[in-house]
């Protein structure tokens, strides 16, 4: 049986314990990471869109690395938009620069109509490298 281990990005336990959930599960060679949001380290909300979103692919990262990986590594990419038909331009910039190039990892985009205060939000499974 393969052992589910969480995975905390540095100064943030508190906002994940608060709501009751790991930031990330490594199982075997896969990490599953929770949505991350552009929150800032109080918790709060980036106003501005494209911060925000910057924002939430900074505490991705913050996460990944947490597990020794990287943006690389990710295979499955889930993002949830609040308005999709005025985010989704934007968001494919930034998106492509978090994703510069091939071959990109899996990506399914949902339009919802509530993420707690924020406009975005990103969720990954990634596969961690194998240690040296």
Not at 5 to 16: D, F, I, K, T, W
Request: without cysteine; proline residues 8%; aromatic residues 12%.
């Amino acid at each position: 049986m393969t052992v589910r281990e969480p995975v905390y990005p540095a100064g943030r336990h508190q906002l994940y314990d608060a709501h009751g959930y790991s930031p990330a599960i490594k199982s075997g060679d896969f990490l599953f990471v929770s949505g991350q949001v552009g929150s800032r380290d109080d918790g709060s909300p980036e106003p501005d869109y494209q911060a925000q979103v910057r924002l939430a692919f900074k505490n991705l990262k913050a996460t990944l690395a947490a597990a020794g990986a990287t943006l690389d590594d990710v295979v499955d990419v889930t993002s949830f938009h609040t308005d999709p038909e005025t985010q989704f331009e934007p968001f494919l910039a930034l998106k492509s620069e978090a994703f510069p190039e091939k071959p990109y990892p899996n990506w399914t985009a949902i339009g919802v109509n509530w993420l707690a205060g924020f406009d975005f939000e990103i969720k990954v499974i990634a596969r961690i490298p194998a240690a040296a």
